[in-house]
C-alpha cells in the first residue's frame, strides 16, 4: 500500500477499522472504509472503493475503478472487473464473474419517490458480462450467465442465459453448462 491508498476511512466517531485478511493487495488510489471484514488474498485494481459495513470473502478480485457501496455482501472467489458498480444492499454468492462495467442498481424510482433501496442477489457460480445492467431486486438464480450488454429487468431462473434488452431467458448453451472456476 502507498500513500494514495485510505485503509480505513472513518465515516462516523464510532466505526472500527477494517479487518482484512492475509495476503491482501490494495493498489494505488483505492479506500477502504471502516466496518469493513475482508477475507484472505483479497486484491484490488487501482481506485477501487469499498463502502463501509460490507463483508467479502476469500479470494476475490475488485478491479481498477469498482465502486461497492456499503451495506453488502460478497462470497469467496468473485471477481468484479474494471469499472463495476455494485450498490447497497447487494448479495452476491461464491464463484462469480462481474465483467468490466457491468452495473447493479437498487433503486426502483431514482429520484422521484422516497422508496427502499433493494439490490439485487446474485446466487453462486453466475457470469454476468462487460456492460450488462442488473435492475433492483433482481435475482440471478445459480449457474445462469447474462449477456453482455444484456439488460435484466426479470428474474434470471437457475443455469439461465439472459440476452438482449430487455433481456430474454433461453436455455443456457451447452458450452456455458458448468461451474465458474474462479
Known amino acids: 500500500m502507498d500513500e494514495t491508498t485510505t485503509v480505513g476511512y472513518e465515516y462516523t466517531d464510532d466505526s472500527q477499522e477494517p479487518r482484512l485478511g492475509e495476503d491482501a493487495t490494495v493498489r494505488a488510489g483505492t479506500i477502504i472504509y471502516d466496518d469493513v471484514v475482508i477475507g484472505d488474498r483479497f486484491s484490488t485494481g487501482h481506485y477501487a472503493l469499498v ?21 453488502s455482501i460478497i ?37 422521484r419517490q422516497e ?7 446474485i446466487e453462486s457460480h453466475v457470469s454476468i458480462g462487460a456492460n450488462a445492467t442488473v435492475m433492483p431486486d433482481m435475482t440471478i438464480g445459480e449457474g445462469s450467465f447474462v449477456a453482455a450488454g444484456a439488460i435484466v429487468t426479470d428474474d434470471v431462473p437457475p443455469e439461465t442465459l439472459a440476452i438482449g434488452a430487455p433481456a430474454e431467458h433461453q436455455p443456457l448453451p451447452e458450452a456455458l453448462q458448468r461451474r465458474n472456476d474462479i
Open 51 to 71: 463502502r463501509e459495513l460490507t463483508e467479502i470473502g476469500d479470494d476475490v478480485l475488485v478491479g481498477t475503478n469498482t465502486v461497492i457501496d456499503g451495506r
Open 75 to 111: 462470497g469467496s472467489n468473485v471477481s468484479l472487473q474494471t469499472g463495476v458498480y455494485v450498490p447497497s444492499k447487494t448479495t452476491i454468492g461464491d464463484q462469480v464473474f462481474i465483467g468490466p462495467h457491468a452495473v447493479l442498481t437498487n433503486d426502483p424510482h431514482p429520484i
Open 115 to 121: 422508496v427502499e433501496l433493494a439490490g439485487p442477489t
